[in-house]
């Protein structure tokens, strides 16, 4: 499937409940949401992000038209203290939606990764005020050369693993997150956490995180915390990671 036949279009993305905009350019599908939160639910895409962003401040590399980057505004019925959850939540979502599309191969690696054998499929980004949460969600479609030198890391991509059109990777990816939102309205992570775990890319593997303060800590990778804390068994004892990054995993 060429761009020319690809192109996102708002009418071919339906999404029950919710408003879908389809933008030709911005700089990020997030920071257009949370610039004006509407009160009903809301889902931007983009052809071309000029300032996509990861974590931390990472830039989200994608070329016009060869990768999927929106955004899903919508108030969520939980207390604010749960909402580092979310990122978790749309995960499960996401390798849900990409597992029924022929990707089965798409694992989650936390706390907001996909990821295929190791290179990253995708990413999300979760912002939030006053009771709404923006969650951004990219993923990497068409082959695109030089993306694994600008990104430092390797890459995977959807066109490898299940001939989808965008449109119904948004689609998909859209109304399985909804559902996803649904389950932890109801019950919190609880509803969602052994899915997570049961596609935990790095589930009983030796890793290497790297804490918010700078230091590194070592330990088999052994679940979630009722919280979403990724839970390292150290030496000295099981320790919950609130804020890190896995920087490297072997077996154990």
């Known amino acids: 499937m060429d761009r020319a036949s690809d192109r996102l279009q708002a009418g071919a993305i339906v999404l029950p409940g919710v408003e879908v905009r389809v933008v030709e350019r911005c700089a990020s599908t997030n ?3 949370l610039k ?11 052809e071309e992000q000029t300032a996509g962003r990861g974590r931390r401040g990472r830039r989200w590399h994608s070329a016009p038209g060869a990768g999927v980057t929106f955004s899903l505004s919508r108030r969520i019925g939980r207390p604010a203290r749960e909402f580092p959850a979310l990122s978790l939540v749309a995960g499960v979502a996401a390798a849900r939606a990409l597992h029924a599309l022929g990707a089965q191969a798409a694992r989650l690696k936390w706390p907001n990764d996909l990821v295929v054998d190791g290179a990253k499929l995708g990413g999300i980004l979760v912002e939030s005020r006053n009771g709404h949460a923006v969650i951004g969600i990219g993923i990497n479609c068409r082959r695109t050369p030089g993306l694994e030198t600008k990104a430092r890391r390797k890459v995977a991509f959807l066109a490898d693993l299940a001939p989808v059109s965008r449109n119904q990777v948004i689609q998909e990816v859209g109304r399985a997150l909804v559902a996803a939102l649904n389950q932890f309205e109801k019950r919190g992570l609880d509803a969602l956490r052994a899915e997570w775990e049961a596609m935990d890319a790095h589930a009983g593997q030796r890793l290497r995180v790297r804490l918010a ?3 590194t800590l070592s330990g088999i990778a052994s679940g979630l915390g009722t919280d979403g804390s990724l839970q390292i068994q150290t030496r000295q004892g099981m320790r919950a990671v609130t804020s890190g990054r896995v920087v490297s995993a072997r077996a154990a």
């Open 36 to 46: 004006k939160i509407p009160q009903a639910p809301v889902l931007i895409a983009a």
């Open 31 to 33: 920071d257009l949401l």
């Open 213 to 215: 303060d700078g230091r």
